[in-house]
């Protein structure tokens, strides 16, 4: 999938949607509505927003995003109902997907990318750390370099 076909696609956003990837609670308390969640309920999955995300979309930065949205209170504002019992509409949920600033970010192309940049820059840090530790005034310093990368290798 070309970027800009990523750009183009669309969420799939309805209820009653098991093949989704994740849902947000349709219907609640005004502290509970919106809550994204990983798991389709029988009962209560025929009330909940399912959203499927693009293929070629990084899934969990999405997730992460709509988690994000709730935790700041954005469906409490967006909510609506007179009751204790509140709802959100699927055009809300729709207009938030759009709303995220730039879809490069949830490509998982995006992830492969800074792997490889990592990947080069702890080769040419080696190199330097190699070239410091040939010198006499700068050995230390390609020492420290060397433990710092070692350690850097070691959390991977």
Same mark, same amino acid.
């Given at each position: 999938?070309?970027?800009?076909?990523?750009?183009?696609?669309?969420?799939?956003?309805?209820? !009653?949607?098991?093949?989704?990837?994740?849902?947000?609670?349709?219907?609640?308390?005004?502290?509970?509505?919106?809550?994204?969640?990983?798991?389709?309920?029988?009962?209560?999955? $025929?009330?909940?927003i399912g959203i499927k995300?693009?293929?070629?979309?990084?899934?969990?930065?999405?997730f992460a995003q709509l &988690?994000?949205?709730?935790?700041?209170?954005?469906?409490?504002?967006? %909510?609506?109902?007179?009751?204790?019992? $509140?709802?959100?509409?699927?055009?809300?949920?729709?207009? &938030?997907?759009? %709303?995220?600033?730039?879809?490069?970010?949830?490509?998982?192309?995006?992830?492969?990318?800074?792997?490889?940049?990592?990947? !080069?820059?702890?080769?040419?840090s080696k190199l330097i750390?190699?070239?410091?530790?040939?010198?006499?005034?700068?050995?230390?310093?390609?020492?420290?370099?060397?433990?710092?990368? $070692?350690?850097?290798?070691?959390?991977?």
């Open positions: 999938m070309s970027w800009i076909d990523l750009l183009k696609a669309d969420f799939v956003v309805k209820t !009653n949607y098991p093949e989704a990837d994740f849902w947000l609670q349709r219907r609640g308390s005004k502290e509970n509505v919106g809550k994204p969640m990983r798991k389709f309920s029988k009962i209560q999955g $025929q009330y909940n995300v693009p293929e070629g979309m990084n899934k969990e930065y999405v &988690a994000s949205l709730y935790r700041k209170g954005y469906w409490r504002q967006k %909510s609506q109902g007179t009751l204790p019992l $509140q709802n959100i509409k699927i055009e809300d949920v729709k207009e &938030a997907l759009k %709303s995220f600033e730039d879809k490069a970010d949830y490509k998982d192309v995006t992830s492969d990318k800074i792997e490889k940049m990592y990947d !080069n820059w702890l080769k040419q750390s190699e070239l410091l530790m040939s010198s006499n005034s700068l050995i230390r310093e390609g020492r420290e370099i060397k433990r710092f990368l $070692q350690k850097m290798e070691d959390m991977r």
